[in-house]
């Protein structure tokens, strides 16, 4: 188990999305199941992944459903814990903190299921 990401200095669009999935999918020989909430570029992107990719399921998680959602968790935990009371003194500080509080959490096998199991979500 582990943890992608990456972060963007402009907002997402589908084609963004749909270059991550693809990078994360050069990890994977058997392919993978991407579980998304039904946020625009998500479903815009959904559409492409599955044309472009065989190797890609789609699964999507119910409309306004947060708690089911572990990113969600993965976000609150660098958020309110590791980045609480940080005051960046500009963006590109802000990013490398973000990055760093992620990547520290790419190794926490434990710590990544709590977030499926918050979720209420077997893997």
Known sequence: MSLYFAIQDTNVHADDFEEFVSQILTHFCKGIIVVIDRWMVHRSAARKLRLRFSRVDVEWLPAY???LNPVEQVWNRSKYVELANFIPNDVEVLAK??????R???GQKNL???FFHHAKLRI
């Open 65 to 67: 459903a947060p708690d």
């Open 97 to 102: 903190a973000v990055g760093d509080s992620l």
């Open 104 to 106: 520290g959490q790419i």
């Open 112 to 114: 990544l299921r709590s």
